[in-house]
């Protein structure tokens, strides 16, 4: 893959974790959430939905990935904790919308 597709990707996800992880912390009222999900919830499934378990064990799956997969789970984990960051700034400076 050449690099205007792969940073294409990496700002495309860390900008759909951003906003996400924005909505669901104003309107559950939590700063972390979505970080917490993103790690807790979403790769585990990602990893596990693509993964023949008959064919490899889980650390051969995870050596088949390569740097474009890892880079786009770090722009959007980036993304989600940046949208945390965000929340608890606004807060603190004030905004109670937030």
């Known amino acids: 893959m050449g690099f205007i597709p792969v940073f ?14 924005f909505i669901l912390n104003m ?3 939590t700063t972390w959430f979505p970080a917490y999900l993103f790690v807790i919830v979403i790769l585990p499934v990602v990893i596990y939905s693509i993964w023949d ?3 490899m064990s889980l650390w051969e799956h995870l050596s088949t990935f390569h ?4 880079l786009t789970g770090i722009a959007g984990l980036a993304g989600a904790v ?17």
């Open 8 to 21: 294409v990707l990496a700002v495309l996800f860390f900008v759909m974790m951003f906003g996400i992880g």
């Open 27 to 29: 309107l559950m009222k």
């Open 53 to 55: 378990r008959n064919a």
């Open 67 to 70: 740097v474009v997969d890892y």
């Open 82 to 98: 940046l949208s945390g960051w965000t929340i608890q700034k606004l807060r603190l400076g004030g905004y109670k919308m937030f």
